[in-house]
């Protein structure tokens, strides 16, 4: 085994001088005082009031003001502190279990002390037990607003934070940028806006402010919605200034010969994309779009037939998958197909090191290898391209903002200046010269696919710069699986079943949960299913599968489920995407109500993949939550994974349909896709009137907002 490269010695960063409240700031992504002035409550306490203190009543939630007539540290049940303050009006007693010298100090007889919190009768009387209080002067004003509670972190008290951006708001830059014609009507200006949300008068509707639905909040939505459009809007027309390899398909070409040769028609919406597609490869700038389709709709033979262009043309494709598992298949099924055809395929993964590894990657820089499949081993350091004209990566979704940044960045390195040879005017060489006369760089296409399809308010949000083809139909003769859901109790029946279907020559899999705190319970847990499946099943080749086991062992794992020599494979949530053996007919996933629901979709898109009537049993653990229920349910009802994807944002709202790791600087802060539509059409009306009239105006709003997110992803 070769040994990894000696680690060597980074440089110490330079000791860090922040504060520990400070550096928390900086990891919430408050930099800049308008990141400050932008962080806004996410409720308010009302320190505005002094109620009397006979006027109390249980539950309230109120402030009061009086002199300390007693503290004493109390023993005889429990250690703690014993306050009793009174007013003019009655005397309260505010109860400390948790308290330090200075908490007596402030509260020490005949100070003058403010408290606030929720009254209720104990034992001493009527209470409030761990008040907010502070020892005030008989002149100490109150104050006129509401008092701002912020998001925040443990790191970060609220007193800290609340300094911070008051502060912060007195110095950000906060001049109207947008021309009152793109503004919807009846809105503040946004320091209006922001000096109210930030300190409401205590006369506001505070319903009006929860529900976020206040003109003020309209108008803080309207911004952000406004510089996403805007900076999507600006991220194509910096695409439209790039240049990519323009790649023409060829009649009679290799993608027409890798089509003769399959043993399938392409279905009409494969067709379509392939088009689609197509078109965009022949343009010179870099095509920059999404196929999705749902599982088994045949996305793997689209993604050949648009690497068979680029070869065609001349041109190296490279191809990533997120798991060594699903890139192995891409691989063995690329290879199958476009190897005869004399194309050089190169494997790339993580877990191929030393000579090989070297093998592949000189044949990558020789532009020997053609193709290269692999996981994001394929962006490494050590790869380069010899020209590479178009990046494909599958199963997008499942890569997080890193690694995708990187992959973006992979990119553009790998973009060197068109080469001198092979070019034949609009043909591969083609290059533009930039007025100045500095030579464009050629960047390559890139082609993302997912099975988890967009929903259209996302598409017209988030992914506003990405054009997107849709494959909406399976291929032919395809039996929808069935799904049934079962409480775990009916274990037995269903390992009855299993039997039956291996009787028939058929295959399972049995899908264990990803147990979230431990990787090593998750791990005892499919090996004693494992154990106990074999028990019960004498005869049947049982395999086991997880995402701990060293690649080999994987790959040969697999490779006998595939081969049909394993009959049941226990897998934790590994063999999730990708995976394609037609002979499968039924899927069991064990505690189904801990996976997400477009999860358990990938997961039943392993069966059903053959001619053969397959079955999908979710097990469930009572008690079910209503969520819960809600998910299996939707799963029972429908197989259309857009249908799916729908209920799952609706259960789950976008920004966790997305994950934030996903959606990264995407995510927006408050609007609401859905609530706020009106809003988002809007902004999506006025943002190309923003940036062809007011360009310099467009560019400031895209940086108030957006530039301090940039750097908290790039940290
Ligand atoms: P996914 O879109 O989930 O990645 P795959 O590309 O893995 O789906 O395709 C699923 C299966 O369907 C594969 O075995 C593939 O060879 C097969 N297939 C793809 N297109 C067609 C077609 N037009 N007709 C028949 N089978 C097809
Ligand atoms: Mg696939």
């Not at 701002?148 to 950000?172: E, F, N």
């Not at 003769?260 to 994309?273: D, E």
């Not at 088994?296 to 262009?309: H, I, Q, R, W």
Request: charged content about 20%; hydrophobic content about 45%.
């Amino acid at each position: 085994m070769p040994s990894p490269p000696p680690a060597t010695a980074a440089p110490k960063p330079p000791q860090d001088k922040l504060s520990a409240p400070a550096r928390a700031l900086r990891k919430l992504g408050l930099a800049r005082d308008i990141d400050l002035a932008l962080h806004l409550p996410m409720r308010y306490v009302d320190e505005t009031r002094i109620v009397p203190i006979a006027t109390l009543r249980d539950g309230d939630t109120a402030q009061v003001q009086g002199t300390v007539r007693e503290c004493r540290v109390e023993t005889r049940t429990r250690r703690q502190l014993v306050v009793r303050l009174a007013d003019d009006s009655g005397e309260l007693v505010l109860r400390l279990v948790h308290f330090y010298p200075s908490h007596q100090k402030t509260l020490a007889v005949g100070h003058l002390v403010r408290a606030r919190g929720e009254v209720r009768g104990g034992f001493f009387g009527r209470e409030m037990v761990h008040p907010e209080f502070r020892a005030v002067a008989a002149d100490t004003a109150l104050p006129q607003a509401l008092t701002p509670v912020y998001p925040s972190s443990a790191q970060l008290p609220q007193a800290y934070l609340r300094k911070a951006v008051a502060s912060a708001l007195a110095r950000a830059p906060l001049a109207e940028l947008l021309p009152a014609e793109v503004l919807p009507c009846g809105l503040p200006t946004l320091r209006e806006a922001l000096l109210f949300l930030h300190h409401p008068s205590p006369a506001v509707p505070l319903e009006t402010l929860e529900d976020h639905s206040h003109p003020a909040w309209q108008r803080l939505k309207f911004e952000e919605l406004l510089a996403q459009q805007l900076s999507q809007a600006q991220a194509q027309a910096a695409r439209a200034l790039l240049a990519a390899p323009v790649l023409p398909p060829r009649s009679g070409g290799l993608a027409a010969r890798l089509l003769a040769t399959l043993p399938f028609a392409l279905t009409a919406a494969q067709q379509r994309v392939v088009a689609e597609i197509g078109a965009d490869l022949g343009r010179p700038q870099p095509m920059h779009r999404l196929l999705q389709g749902d599982v088994g709709s045949g996305k793997t033979v689209v993604a050949a037939l648009a690497a068979a262009v680029a070869i065609d043309a001349g041109w190296q494709c490279a191809l990533m998958a997120p798991t060594e598992i699903l890139a192995e298949q891409h691989f063995r099924k690329l290879v199958g197909w476009l190897q005869p055809l004399g194309v050089q395929v190169a494997w790339l993964t993580g877990s191929r090191k030393g000579r090989g590894r070297k093998a592949m990657v000189e044949s990558v820089a020789s532009g020997q290898a053609m193709l290269v499949v692999g996981t994001h081993a394929v962006i490494q350091d050590d790869v380069a391209f010899a020209r590479l004209g178009l990046a494909i990566v599958d199963e997008q979704h499942r890569f997080g903002v890193a690694q995708r940044l990187a992959l973006r960045q992979k990119l553009v390195d790998q973009a060197g200046p068109s080469p001198a040879s092979g070019s034949d005017g609009e043909g591969a060489g083609h290059s533009k010269d930039h007025e100045d006369g500095v030579r464009a760089q050629l960047e390559p296409h890139l082609l993302m696919m997912s099975a988890t399809p967009i929903p259209r308010t996302l598409a017209m949000s988030y992914f506003a710069d990405l054009d997107v083809s849709t494959i909406d139909e399976l291929p032919p003769g395809r039996t929808p699986v069935l799904t049934k859901v079962f409480a775990d109790s009916r274990r037995e029946q269903v390992v009855a079943r299993i039997r039956d279907e291996v009787g028939r020559g058929r295959q399972v899999y049995w899908v264990c949960p990803l147990v979230e705190e431990s990787e090593h319970l998750d791990l005892q847990n499919a090996t004693a299913t494992h154990a106990e499946l074999g028990a019960a099943l004498p005869g049947v080749v049982v395999g086991l599968l997880h995402g701990r086991m060293p690649q080999a062992e994987k790959a040969a794992v697999m490779a006998l489920f595939t081969a049909g020599a394993m009959k049941l494979l226990v897998a934790t949530t590994v063999i999730e995407v990708g995976v394609d053996v037609p002979n499968a007919s039924l899927m069991v996933i064990e505690h189904a109500e801990r996976f997400g629901l477009a999860q358990l979709h990938q997961l039943r898109g392993r069966v059903g993949r053959g001619e053969v009537a397959s079955v999908c049993v979710l097990l469930y653990t009572a008690p079910l939550s209503a969520t819960g229920k809600a998910r299996l349910q939707a799963m029972a009802e429908t197989s259309d994974g857009f249908e799916i994807a729908r209920r799952d944002l609706d259960i789950r709202g976008p920004g966790e349909f997305m994950g934030a790791r996903q959606s990264g600087d995407a995510l927006l802060r408050f609007a609401d896709l859905q609530q706020d539509s009106a809003l988002l059409q809007h902004a999506r009306a006025v943002a190309p009137r923003l940036l062809r009239h007011h360009p310099a105006a467009a560019e400031a709003h895209v940086t108030r907002w957006l530039a301090g997110r940039a750097e908290f992803l790039k940290a």
